[in-house]
């Protein structure tokens, strides 16, 4: 049964939470806090068999479920900020020179570095060769007459769980799509 994917967790609103394991699942419509289902993949879950009436539990789930719990990620509100989840929000480009590079030969660039006050946040970090972050150094792209590619942003919830998912089922990519292009407010 581990060769069931991450299932996606929505909240009653229909707006993506969080890849949740097929265990954590289980456990929401066991608890019957699932409210609706979406996508067309299901996966039937077995489980023990009943001492009183010798047959085996079974559960089914969804894909894609809505749960009406109230979720604590939709309070921080910006997604966490990785090397990994970088480099895919950028396509493994270096947003200095152009060119796609494997995952190990990138670097993480604070645009406006951190040993000049620059924050560790999605709005001001970028991917960058190597070459090219050691070029930059400790200045600005300006200084440095290095220009930007592409405006560093926060990818809202939707883009972020499909950044840091790597095996994201059809159902779960469209539903996901879908919300990815709406910009979210930050104040």
Not at 125 to 145: G, L
Request: net charge positive.
């Amino acid at each position: 049964m581990d060769t069931i994917p991450a299932i996606l967790k929505v909240d009653a609103g229909g707006m993506p939470v969080a890849w949740i394991h097929w265990h954590t699942a289980v456990t929401l419509y066991a608890r019957e806090l699932v409210r609706w289902e979406a996508g067309a993949e299901r996966f039937l879950i077995r489980g023990g068999i009943n001492a009183r009436t010798g047959l085996q539990s079974t559960c089914e789930i969804g894909s894609i479920i809505a749960v009406a719990d109230r979720s604590r990620r939709h309070v921080r509100g910006v997604p966490l900020l990785t090397n990994r989840t970088l480099f895919q929000r950028d396509r493994n480009l270096c947003l200095y020179c152009g060119s796609h590079f494997a995952t190990h030969l990138l670097t993480r660039d604070h645009v406006v570095p951190a040993s000049r006050g620059g924050a560790s946040a999605w709005e001001n970090c970028v991917t960058a060769c190597r070459t090219c972050n050691q070029r930059k150094d400790d200045r600005t792209p300006e200084e440095a007459n290095m220009r930007l590619l592409a405006v560093p942003y926060i990818p809202n919830l939707a883009e972020y769980l499909i950044l840091s998912n790597r095996r994201i089922l059809a159902d779960q990519m469209e539903f996901l799509q879908a919300h990815a292009g709406r910009r979210q407010r930050h104040q």
